[in-house]
């Protein structure tokens, strides 16, 4: 989706700042968020405008400086205090193209495949302030039922590689669920899915 078309404001808007972001010290990190209803309420909009303006910054190297703000693909609305199931996802192109913005509300995993796929170097999260070792094996790719907050209107996703992965490490957040509960505690980096296809 075109970045200018879904041109957030930042003016009046307040905008999200590291000391925001809920931590893994935090209950709320583990409350299952709850659908909402739709057309979204003003409180709720505004939601989804800090996280998209949120992560589309820490995409950008002089905000991420100006700002101290940590790089990431997406956030969940749990992770600003808010379980609500609401959030936002952005994949930039490697080769320069437009990236691939979610911003997602009801979300809910329709279909997922067999096969899996992991992040080589594992996983990372704006709620976790130090490192996991270890993979976490997801669904190479997902088919995702929700309400496009850009559109307006219900839609389905299907996902593959980086992209399903990131949309379920979000989609987690919404189950009260942290990428390292995923990986396994006696041999962090045990393969055992042979088939499983890795990503960089």
């Known amino acids: 989706m075109a970045k200018e078309i879904n041109k957030i404001n930042t003016k009046k808007l307040k905008r999200i700042e590291p ?30 405008n800090q996280m998209v303006d949120y992560v589309r910054s820490s995409q950008d190297k002089d905000e991420t400086k100006k700002r101290s703000l940590r790089s990431a693909y997406g956030i969940s609305a749990v992770q600003i205090g808010k ?54 094996l997801r669904s190479s790719s997902v088919i ?29 957040h919404l189950m009260g669920i942290l990428f390292y509960d995923r990986i396994n505690k006696l041999n962090p980096w045990a393969m055992n899915d042979k088939t499983a296809i890795k990503i960089k």
Not at 20 to 47: G, H, M, V, W
Not at 88 to 116: D, M, Y
Not at 153 to 158: A, D, G, L, S, T
């Open 19 to 48: 000391k925001d972001i809920i931590q893994d010290d935090n209950p709320i990190i583990r409350k299952i968020s709850f659908d909402i209803p739709f057309p979204l309420s003003k409180e709720d909009k505004t939601t989804m």
């Open 83 to 136: 379980p609500k199931k609401m959030l936002f996802v952005r994949i930039e192109n490697k080769f320069g193209g437009e990236a691939e913005e979610f911003a997602l509300v009801n979300p809910k995993i329709i279909k997922s495949s067999t096969k899996k796929s992991f992040l080589d170097s594992g996983e990372g999260c704006l709620s976790v302030p130090r490192e996991y070792d270890g993979y976490v």
């Open 144 to 172: 995702i039922n929700a309400i496009d907050y850009f559109s307006e209107r219900e839609v389905e996703i299907e996902a593959n590689g980086l992209t399903s992965i990131v949309l379920q490490h979000e989609m987690d």
